[in-house]
C-alpha cells in the first residue's frame, strides 16, 4: 500500500511513522512524507535525522535502509501539487497529522490558526480527492469545546461552539468540512482525536516526547521563575485535563486506519484532576509559593504580584480555559477494542513526564 503522512517531523507524526513500519512494514510499498526545511537543512535530511536518532524504536534501528527505501521525502512546497511527484500512483491511506498547535484566545491569532488547520485542511483534501482512496484526518479530543459530560465518539452533531480557543474551532471546522466533503465525493474519512499528548508509557526512552507543549508549558515556566513570588492559580476542584501518552496515540491510530471506524477518540479513560495534578507539577519544578482559588484573575480583577501578572499575561491566557472547563467522562469502549490503554497511576504518570522533560530542560528534539 501507499501512504501519504503530514507532519512528520512533529510530535505525533514522528511517532505515526515509527508506528506504521512497526506494524505494517511489509504491506508498505511506498510512505510519501511531505517536509519543510528548517534553519537550512533539507526535507530529506530532517528525516534522516530523525530516523537516525537515539529516540528512533529498535525496529527503525535495525532496519534502517529496508524502511529508507520506502519512504520518499517530498519538499513540502509541492505538497498542492500531487502529480508533481505521485505520478499516476494512487494513495491507500492519507494521514493528515500536520497541524498548528496554537492554543491563542487572541482574536488576531485567529486567521493564522484557521489558514494553518481548517484552509490547509481543504486545500489538501481538494488536491488529493482524485487520488486517494480513504482520507485519515488528526484533530483533537477538544474539538467539541468546552461542553462538559460524558462526550461519545460522534463530534459531528456537538456544535455548541463553545470552543475555549480557535484552534479548537478550526480542527471541528475541518472535521466539519471533511464529513461532508468526503461523503460528496464518496471517499471514507476517518477522524481521530488524540487528548493532550504526554510521553511515551510503554515504548523507551519512557516518557520521551519530542516537543514540549500544554502542560509541559506550565511546568517549564514555573521551573524558570526564580521570583520569590505567590502566585494565585485560577481553577476549580473538578476541573480535569484528559492527557494521554504519545507512543499509545500513534499506536491506535496505525491500528485504527483500516478499519471502518469513522471518528474515535484517542483518549483516557480519566482525566487528570488539574489541582492534584498541578501540585505534582509544582513539586517537580520546585516551585512552593501557590495556591489555588475559584476567583477570575486578570487585569481587570488586578494582580497580587509581578510574577502574577506575567502568568496571565503569557501562558496564563491560553492555559486559563482548560484549567477552567467542566469536567468529562469519555466514551472509551470502541478505543478500548482496539488497543486496551495501558494501566498507569495517572499523577504518577505526570511526575515522571515531567521530570523527563526537566531532565532534558524542557528542550524540544530539533529534526
Ligand atoms: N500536541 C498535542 O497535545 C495534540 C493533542 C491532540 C491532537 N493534536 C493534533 O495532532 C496533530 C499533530 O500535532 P503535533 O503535536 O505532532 O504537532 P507538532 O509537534 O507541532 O508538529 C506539527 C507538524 O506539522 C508540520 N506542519 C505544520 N504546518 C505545516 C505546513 N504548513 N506544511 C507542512 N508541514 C506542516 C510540522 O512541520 P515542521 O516540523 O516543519 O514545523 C510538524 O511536522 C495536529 O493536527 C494536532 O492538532 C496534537
Known sequence: MNIILTGATGTLGSKILFSLFEQKFPSIEKVFL?????????????????LRSEYAPNFIKSNLQQIIDKIQVIDATLLLNPKSFLGDVKINFFIHSAGFVNLSTDIEAKEDIFKENFEFTKDIFKAYSAYIKKFIYISTAFAAGDI?????????TKDKGKYRNHYEASKHASEKYLLQA???????????RPSVLGGNIKDQPHFFISKYMVFYL????????????????????????????????????????????????????KETNLMAGMSKIFDVVGFDNFSFTNEKI?????????????????IGIHLNPYLTSKPNQWDTSL???????????????????VSFAKSKKFRSQQW
Do not use: C
Open 34 to 50: 511531505p517536509i519543510r526545511s528548517k534553519n537550512s537543512i533539507t526535507p530529506e535530511e530532517r528525516i534522516l535525522k530523525m
Open 182 to 192: 468526503g461523503k460528496a465525493q464518496n471517499i471514507p474519512i476517518q477522524i481521530l
Open 298 to 314: 486578570n487585569a481587570m480583577t488586578g494582580f497580587k504580584s509581578d510574577l502574577e501578572k506575567f502568568y496571565y499575561e503569557t
Open 335 to 353: 478505543l478500548e477494542s482496539i488497543m486496551p490503554i495501558p494501566s498507569y497511576d495517572l499523577e504518577e504518570y505526570l511526575i515522571q513526564t
Open 218 to 269: 506550565f511546568a517549564k515556566f514555573f521551573h524558570n521563575s526564580n521570583s520569590g513570588d505567590l502566585i494565585r492559580i485560577s481553577t476549580t476542584e473538578t476541573a480535569g485535563l484528559n492527557i494521554i501518552p504519545t507512543d499509545y496515540a500513534a499506536k491506535v491510530i496505525v491500528k485504527a486506519m483500516d478499519r471502518e471506524i469513522k471518528q474515535l477518540n484517542i483518549v483516557h479513560s
Open 148 to 156: 462538559g459530560g460524558f462526550l461519545d465518539n460522534d463530534y459531528s
